[in-house]
């Protein structure tokens, strides 16, 4: 099951604990003010007006979720014409081309999805990985959208991605990128309306590459500030995940490894474990898993293992972080280190502990390995980790796992800090950031119970009951039917 497909299926269910009215469920699925409809082009090919974000594909299976009936009253669409056009949430699908080093030009494909502004401007990363696609960047719209109120931060959802691989791509060149991309979303974001952050290959990062050897980082969030700001004057709110020096916040680099951190341990409390006496493995050694594994170990747990895309390593008496850090810095990976014993990455998940972390792609938990799966808790890092099939068989194995919907929000919430700092043009200290997250943690985490207690659910639908109530709420009080 695919991330859109299993993010709607645990809206269906929290929208069925909450009782809510039909129609206003299907307009929190899929705003009714940003349904648009055009033409779809011959042979499966998006049309070149920049506002078609749906596949053929996820077309059909939303109109299986939500019925043609209720597109067609929405949309200009005459039902005899209807298999012609496509439906699409609001968003931009533009062709960036660029020069690149050697003189030749390139094109790639970006797209800027917004879902829902029911509780404030629409927040979501920019990501650049070459298998973004219209389905993926809608999933995980809809996603921040319930990730924002889970959170209850006053944001929305939204989402972009260009398709290409940061890491054949020299700086200038995704620089190149990066400027000709805001040139043509410039007018859809926004300091109110859409404010974009760091994610997967946009983030600050050491870059794997033939063509760069050494250690270069990528400043995306600052190329996209100084681009919207020669159409719309400076205007440092209008993205987070930026550099300190033009107005990012302290904290922000750590933000999302740090609220793993804080949710584990208010999960390890409820059942009444401390963390230091947990035993975790972490599937993921980049920006999140690192700085989970960091400060678990500060605040007394064993990590034993960790891997990444070159290799994963164990040590059952516990891995110095500290020297790991250092020797994956040097070398591009943990491969080669010394402070353990390389294991086979696919068994990574199934050995034993009490805590497990994955912090890389989603998908990784599924029901081929979830019954060898040995781990008490799962700490959802990554988006969208765990399948469905996954999900069922582990519950019935009494395992708890909290969802990524909570889990790894520390990053949005801090990018909500980083925003409110620029518009109050007052900096905050890295202790008020993170007293103020772990607050938030720890409050969303009592709110998160609380919604499961009422409604006698597991944690991943009490989070998208709370998210999904909050965002309903919000959509009523302004005025739905009006």
Request: proline share 4%; net charge neutral.
């Amino acid at each position: 099951m695919n991330a859109l497909a299993a993010t709607s299926r645990n809206f269906k269910r929290a929208a069925k604990l909450l009782g809510l009215d039909s129609k206003l469920e299907k307009s929190l699925l899929i705003p009714f003010r940003e349904i648009k409809a055009l033409p779809f082009a011959k042979d499966d090919q998006f049309m070149t007006f920049e506002r078609i974000i749906l596949s053929k594909k996820l077309l059909h299976s939303t109109l299986t979720f939500l019925g043609i009936d209720v597109i067609l009253e929405h949309s200009w669409i005459e039902r005899s014409l209807f298999t012609d056009f496509l439906i699409t949430l609001y968003g931009m699908k533009v062709e960036c081309t660029i020069p690149k080093d050697d003189g030749t030009l390139a094109s790639y494909v970006g797209f800027r999805v917004q879902h829902d502004n029911a509780r404030g401007p629409m927040k979501g990363g920019i990501r650049y990985h070459h298998e973004v696609d219209p389905d993926e960047v809608n999933a995980l719209a809809q996603l921040m959208t319930w990730k924002t109120a889970v959170a209850n931060i006053p944001y929305g959802g939204a989402k972009g991605g260009i398709g290409c691989d940061p890491g054949e791509l020299s700086i200038s060149e995704l620089e190149r990128l990066t400027r000709v991309f805001t040139q043509k979303i410039h007018d859809l974001i926004g300091i109110h309306t859409d404010v974009p952050a760091p994610d997967m290959g946009t983030n600050p990062q050491l870059i794997l590459t033939s063509k760069i050897c050494s250690m270069a980082f990528t400043q995306t969030m600052a190329w996209i500030l100084d681009e919207y700001s020669k159409f719309h004057g400076y205007s440092p709110a209008v993205v987070t995940g930026k550099p300190v020096d033009l107005g990012g916040s302290l904290g922000r680099d750590a933000a999302t490894g740090r609220g793993v951190l804080f949710a584990t341990q208010a999960l390890l409390a409820e059942c009444g474990k401390n963390i230091t006496d947990q035993r975790f493995v972490i599937q993921g050694f980049g920006n999140v898993g690192s700085w989970a594994a960091q400060l678990i170990c500060e605040a007394g747990g064993k990590v034993i293992a960790i891997s990444d895309v070159t290799g994963a390593i164990k040590n059952n008496k516990g891995l110095d972080i500290p020297r790991l850090l250092k020797h994956s810095t040097a070398k591009r990976g943990i491969k080669g280190f010394d402070g353990g014993d390389a294991i086979d990455p696919k068994s990574l998940l199934t050995e034993d502990c009490d805590v497990l972390i994955p912090a890389a792609l989603g998908g990784v938990i599924n029901r081929e390995n979830a019954n060898d799966i040995k781990a008490k808790f799962i700490i959802e890092a990554a988006n969208h980790p765990t399948d469905p099939e996954a999900d069922e068989i582990l519950a019935k194995k009494g395992v708890l796992i909290l969802p990524d919907i909570f889990a790894n929000s520390g990053g949005v919430t801090v990018s909500y800090f980083e925003w409110v700092q620029n518009i109050q043009g007052f900096m905050w200290d890295e202790e008020k950031v993170n007293s103020e997250l772990k607050t938030y943690m720890t409050t969303g985490f009592k709110d998160l119970k609380d919604m499961c207690k009422t409604h006698n659910c597991d944690l991943r639908m009490g989070a998208f009951t709370l998210g999904v109530n909050r965002v309903a709420r919000a959509t009523v009080l302004r005025g739905w039917e009006a």
